[in-house]
């Protein structure tokens, strides 16, 4: 490449690409406009329903009542809008972070940016475990391999060559074409490609396919509300129809009972419990992305508060990712390794051919600290070969954890081989004899139990370059290998980590640490880190036990070591097996199909794969085990408030069904008209979708065990509760009513006393239901003012002004009704709290 293709496009030539080609998506997201929403809001049944109400007022002659009931629609569209584009811009704020990202050269700088941003010409940037973000030809290449099943229908991954720049795209399909493709995976190797295509230009775009995320099935709280929707549906349907006919045969005036229907049927429909549900799972990913968590799943917040068993990788999640060499041991010699200290002669060649075991440019933490090592102390010297090519790899594998560079050497040309990987496994490639394997193995040992992570090093020699397409052996046991030495490497753990085990353990969660490491470097991490470490199970024991053995170990080790990302899989299912909710934290493209079995798979943001990332549930944008274990304490609140909004809502509609129906079964005039359910709406609108959405968690909320994953929403006495509450409400409404009724007091007084009573009993079930469960007093909720504010204002305006109270049909003193309000909405409380148990 010339220098203007290494550096890549400018900003200039970026913008003008993107005016001519658009974004480099094939589905261009289509936002819901305020229009909308708006004609979607009015389609609600609730709505119909006050259109029908305002057309039978109009028949009765009763304009007042129907552009009153206009008054309602117009603010009642106003805050479900308001909310609708809420939860709207909240989405769409998640969807650009969970947008497959593409790293790019552009102004000289490597740059991460969204692949939607990707234009033709852009230099990618391409590695293992990448979703290529759009049609390129291959600059260069190194073991590059790449899964292309989801255009050509072949399951096995096509090698990839390096081509020219200006060659025409082909189509995929087969071995060694220079192009990689939109939408494939990239499952070895690395490579630069220069864009030929983008968008509804590339490949995938020209077949049609989408590659937007697809959601398999329903979740449980998805499945539970919809069953109680249903069922109360059906309720409020014979319930309206029954009134209905027993008004129009009773009193023989049909639009009446029609209006009577109507208000029974506002009263009746659960319509706020499936949007509670979005809503709270909505903002509840918002709230989660606050604490570096993000949510591509919005089902995995319901199942946080279930889980049992975290599972978590050890590199980068536990610990800082940041290694550094601290142990070299060469020639039966051992030197601790101080910052800014020259490197002695005999460790010189362990250094070298450590870092011609790893990449050029690495992205692996162990590699970086042998490349800063090496600049450091061997800079200027024969021991670094920047001038070298790789001409052949063998990659690390389960059966062989070790990693080897075949280089083309110089001075007499010649080929090195450089090798390293898990000391047992290096030893084992250099056929130690056995006493001398015997001691490097101890040696070995006793720095993985000062928590080191060890690498061994090989050096081998092969002839000398003869035909172009000389071969190579096999594998890397067929190379004459020798020993160079060991290397000791210390990843210090994250500062906050202990606090964060154990708060899980506080909460009745297993943490289990999964790692590549040697058994001894584990074991000492996990007593650092206050985990049981008794017991290890290692890679090699784990593949050699039945399942039903494998189940039966599980329930007492916590720690696992030389695991292979493949035998993660088998974990998760046999936790799961167990009957333990499982999280599972993972980085590479072998950890996809367990990440997609565990209930909530979770990705690492820095350093995790596009794959990794689409398999999971959540990614943790900073790769930290503290933001998984606040995830899970947010996603208990969030269920917990949950369940108290959908509580209210249900015991909150009890006395307006009672009272719908009460005065026609008694033979009286209606006392609740659409009006006045529709004011009562706008309590238990925000009150469910912005008061409880925003309470505090409980105090005790890490301190108590995870709730069953078969939990019932409703389950238990819970159910039970909040119809008693709800029925406590009705009956002090109901004796209001009776009472005014034998007092003789006109109609318009008993509906103005009733309907202030409702309303306290509204407000009262808000403190029940948030007392419901706590500990203590409740926390400070800024949003409790508003609504108590609102409602008082709104009702001392309607009780207090004469046109608003001749409106509503209300008359009678305003201080004695209010304080029958007061007095119901105290008599409310204080039973519905000992319903909960709670004082």
Not at 663 to 681: D, W
Not at 696 to 711: G, L, V, Y
């Amino acid at each position: 490449m010339n220098t203007q293709d290494e550096s890549g496009l400018s900003a200039e030539e970026v913008k003008q690409r993107q005016a001519e080609d658009g974004y480099n998506e094939l589905t261009p997201p289509h936002p819901r406009h305020l229009y909308h929403i708006a004609a979607e809001v009015l389609r609600e049944p609730m709505f119909l329903l006050l259109i029908a109400a305002g057309g039978i007022y109009l028949l009765l002659g009763e304009v007042s009542d129907a552009l009153m009931l206009l008054g309602f629609v117009v603010i009642i569209i106003t805050m479900t809008v308001f909310q609708a584009q809420k939860s709207e811009r909240v989405l769409e704020a998640l969807r650009d972070l969970s947008s497959p990202r593409a790293l790019v050269m552009r102004d000289g700088r490597v740059q991460r940016i969204a692949g939607r941003e990707v234009v033709t010409g852009d230099l990618l940037l391409l590695t293992e475990g990448d979703r290529v973000a759009a049609d390129a030809v291959l600059l260069g290449c190194c073991d590059l391999q790449a899964d292309e099943s989801m255009l050509t229908g072949e399951s096995m991954p096509v090698c990839k060559r390096a081509g020219e720049a200006g060659s025409a795209l082909a189509e995929p399909g087969g071995d060694d074409l220079p192009f990689v493709y939109a939408g494939t995976v990239l499952v070895q190797g690395s490579g630069t490609g220069r864009v030929i295509a983008t968008g509804i230009h590339s490949a995938i775009g020209k077949i049609g396919r989408s590659l937007e995320d697809t959601q398999a099935g329903t979740s449980p709280l998805r499945i539970q509300t919809g069953r109680l929707v249903r069922r109360l549906a059906i309720i409020a349907i014979a319930l309206c129809i029954a009134l209905v006919l027993i008004y129009g045969y009773t009193r023989g005036h049909w639009l009446n009972a029609l209006l009577a229907g109507i208000s029974l049927a506002m009263s009746t429909l659960p319509e706020e419990l499936p949007v509670i549900l979005s809503i709270f799972m909505s903002l509840g990913a918002w709230r989660i992305s606050q604490h570096g968590v993000l949510t591509r799943r919005l089902d995995a917040i319901e199942t946080l508060g279930a889980a049992t068993v975290l599972c978590t990788d050890k590199t980068g999640t536990l610990t800082e990712n940041k290694m550094t060499i601290r142990r070299l041991y060469s020639a039966d010699r051992m030197l601790d390794v101080r910052d800014n200290a020259a490197l002695p002669e005999p460790w010189h060649e362990l250094v070298e051919y450590g870092i011609l075991a790893s990449e050029r440019d690495p992205f692996d933490p162990m590699e970086r600290a042998l490349h800063e090592l090496g600049n450091r102390t061997l800079g200027g010297s024969e021991h670094l070969h920047n001038e070298w090519e790789i001409v052949h790899e063998y990659s690390l594998s389960p059966e062989m954890p070790t990693m080897s560079h075949v280089w083309q050497a110089d001075n007499p040309p010649h080929h090195l081989v450089a090798a390293k990987g898990a000391p047992e496994a290096i030893i084992d490639l250099c056929h130690l004899p056995e006493d001398l394997a015997k001691n490097i193995g101890q040696i070995a040992d006793k720095m993985a139990d000062e928590g080191l992570r060890v690498l061994g090093v090989a050096r081998a020699r092969l002839p000398p370059a003869g035909e172009p397409e000389q071969h190579w052996p096999d594998c890397q046991h067929d190379i004459e290998f020798s020993f160079v030495g060991l290397l000791g490497l210390q990843d210090p753990l994250r500062p906050d980590v202990k606090e964060a085990i154990a708060q899980c353990h506080e909460a009745g969660i297993r943490v289990v640490m999964i790692t590549g490491d040697h058994a001894r470097t584990a074991q000492a991490i996990a007593r650092e880190l206050g985990l049981p470490a008794k017991e290890v199970l290692t890679g090699r024991e784990l593949a050699e036990l039945s399942d039903e053995a494998l189940r039966a170990r599980l329930r007492e080790v916590q720690v696992f070591a030389r695991i292979a990302p493949q035998q993660k899989l088998r974990l998760v299912e046999s936790f799961k097996a167990n009957g333990e909710v499982v999280a599972m934290t993972g980085d590479g493209v072998n950890d996809a199909p367990a990440l997609k079995a565990a209930h909530i798979g979770v990705a690492m943001g820095r350093r995790g794969t596009d794959v990794a990332r689409e398999a999971a549930s959540l990614v943790l944008l900073e790769d930290d085990f503290s933001s998984l274990v606040t995830t899970v304490r947010l996603g208990r609140r969030i269920y917990d408030n949950l369940r108290r909004a959908m509580s209210y809502a249900l015991a909150a509609h009890l006395p307006i069904v009672g009272m719908a129906m009460l005065p026609v079964l008694l033979g009286n005039p209606l006392m609740l008209l659409p009006a006045h359910i529709m004011f009562l709406e706008l309590i238990i609108g925000p009150a469910c979708s912005i008061f409880f959405e925003s309470e505090p968690e409980e105090s005790d909320i890490m301190q108590r065990p995870p709730r069953a994953a078969n939990e019932a929403l409703f389950g238990g006495g819970r159910l039970i509760a909040c119809l008693l509450q709800g029925g406590v409400a009705f009956l002090v409404c109901a004796a209001i009513y009776l009472v005014s009724l034998l007092l003789g007091n006109d109609e318009n007084t008993i509906r103005a006393l009733v309907f202030t009573a409702m309303v306290g009993g509204n407000i009262a079930l808000v403190f029940a239901n948030r007392a419901a469960s706590r500990q203590g007093m409740p926390a400070q909720n800024p949003v409790l003012r508003w609504i108590l504010l609102g409602t008082g204002t709104g009702l001392v305006v309607v009780l207090g002004t004469p046109a608003l109270s001749e409106v509503f049909h209300f008359s009678g003193n305003l201080l004695f009704i209010l304080g029958t309000g007061i007095l119901a909405a105290l008599s409310t409380w204080l039973t519905a709290v000992r319903i909960t148990g709670k004082k």
